[in-house]
């Protein structure tokens, strides 16, 4: 339950817990990053929980492009418990018309860019509501620990990462992954399939955190 809390506290950042979903063959979506359905009801109503028990969800500009999501908690009485919405997005491309932005209004969103991201682009974002916030970046990817510090001053404890293979292997490769919820799914997508974590094997995550319990949920299962 403090967990966030020491976190803030100790290391000036958020605690952070990825969620990841694989299908029965380890691969996250099909090819050319196109999204595959991978579990069930069961676990996407697990998913709204774990958005529940955090401040604030993100991920990068291709999840909002590809899926158009609304990162919400979408379970009976928890929407406006829903997190704030975190976009990484670096040349501030995303558009007005997508959930993130139009919905604003009922959940706040925040989208980290570059320095030398738009500013026409960014007046637009923010008259729609959106929160900009501009950090430093190295050929395009945006600083992460300036990105935890900035959330953190925010009032964000505790940040669930959902993002793509890209996202995600960022996060473990600066060592930012403290908790860890794998969703795994009981269908095949195939060898074109692409791996959840880009450039990396899985259990370069895996072998570095404890394995607390694993529970079934209908047809698939959750790793935590």
Do not use: W
């Not at 919400?72 to 009485?77: A, D, H, I």
């Not at 529970?215 to 959750?222: F, Q, R």
């Amino acid at each position: 339950a403090h967990a966030g809390h020491i976190a803030r506290i100790t290391s000036g950042r958020p605690h952070v817990t990825l969620k990841l979903a694989v299908s029965a063959d380890g691969k996250a979506g099909l090819a050319g990053r196109k999204p595959a359905p991978i579990t069930e009801v069961d676990a996407r109503d697990r998913v709204f929980m774990v958005r529940y028990q955090n401040d604030a969800i993100l991920v990068g500009l291709g999840t909002i492009l590809s899926d158009n999501p609304q990162l919400t908690t979408r379970l009976p009485g928890l929407y406006e418990r829903s997190p704030v919405r975190v976009v990484l997005d670096a040349n501030l491309r995303t558009p007005l018309s997508l959930s993130v932005v139009s919905t604003v209004g009922d959940v706040p969103t925040f989208i980290f860019c570059s320095k030398k991201a738009s500013e026409v682009a960014e007046d637009f974002l923010t008259q729609k509501g959106c929160k900009v916030f501009r950090v430093d970046d190295t050929q395009g990817r945006l600083d992460l620990d300036e990105i935890m510090k900035v959330l953190a001053d925010n009032g964000i404890t505790r940040l669930m990462v959902e993002g793509v293979p890209t996202v995600a292997a960022s996060f473990v490769a600066a060592d930012m992954v403290d908790e860890f919820v794998l969703f795994r799914g009981s269908r095949d997508i195939g060898d074109k399939g692409i791996d959840p974590l880009e450039g990396m094997p899985l259990d370069k995550l895996t072998g570095r955190l404890k394995l607390v319990e694993t529970e079934p949920l209908g047809p698939d299962t959750v790793e935590h």
